[in-house]
C-alpha cells in the first residue's frame, strides 16, 4: 500500500487571505448578532482550524446561514453596517435551492 502524497503547505498569501475571510464573518456575525439575528458560519470558514488548516482550504467568499424570517433584519443590519448588495448572475435553479442574498463588506468580503 502506498502512502498518499502530502498536500504542500499553504503559501503565505493562502493563509493571510484565510484570516481576512474569517475577520470579514466574524465582523458579519457580530453585526447580525447586535440586530438579534441568529446566524451559523458554513461551508469554508466553519472548516478552517478543525478540518483543514489555515490557509490550506481556498475560500472565495464567507457563507452565513440564517432563518428565512430574520431575512429583512439581517439586510437592515448590513446595511447600517456599509455593507452593499452585491448582483447575484441568475440561476433558474439557484434561488429555490438555495435562496441567497450577497453583500461585500467594507473590507471587500463577499459575504453570502
Not at 433558474?92 to 450577497?102: A, E, S, V
Request: hydrophobic share 45%; glycine share 8%.
Amino acid at each position: 500500500m502506498t502512502r498518499p502524497t502530502p498536500s504542500p503547505a499553504p503559501s503565505a498569501v493562502d493563509i493571510g487571505r484565510a484570516v481576512w475571510l474569517l475577520d470579514a464573518a466574524e465582523r458579519a456575525c457580530t453585526v447580525l448578532a447586535q440586530a438579534g439575528v441568529r446566524v451559523c458560519v458554513v461551508k469554508g470558514a466553519s472548516l478552517l482550524g478543525w478540518i483543514y488548516a489555515m490557509g490550506e482550504r481556498p475560500m472565495q467568499d464567507v457563507d452565513l446561514l440564517i432563518a428565512p424570517r430574520d431575512r429583512a433584519r439581517a439586510a437592515s443590519a448590513l446595511l447600517a453596517a456599509g455593507y452593499t448588495r452585491v448582483p447575484r448572475p441568475h440561476s433558474p435553479t439557484g434561488m429555490w435551492l438555495h435562496p441567497t442574498l450577497d453583500w461585500q463588506s467594507p473590507s471587500g468580503v463577499l459575504v453570502d
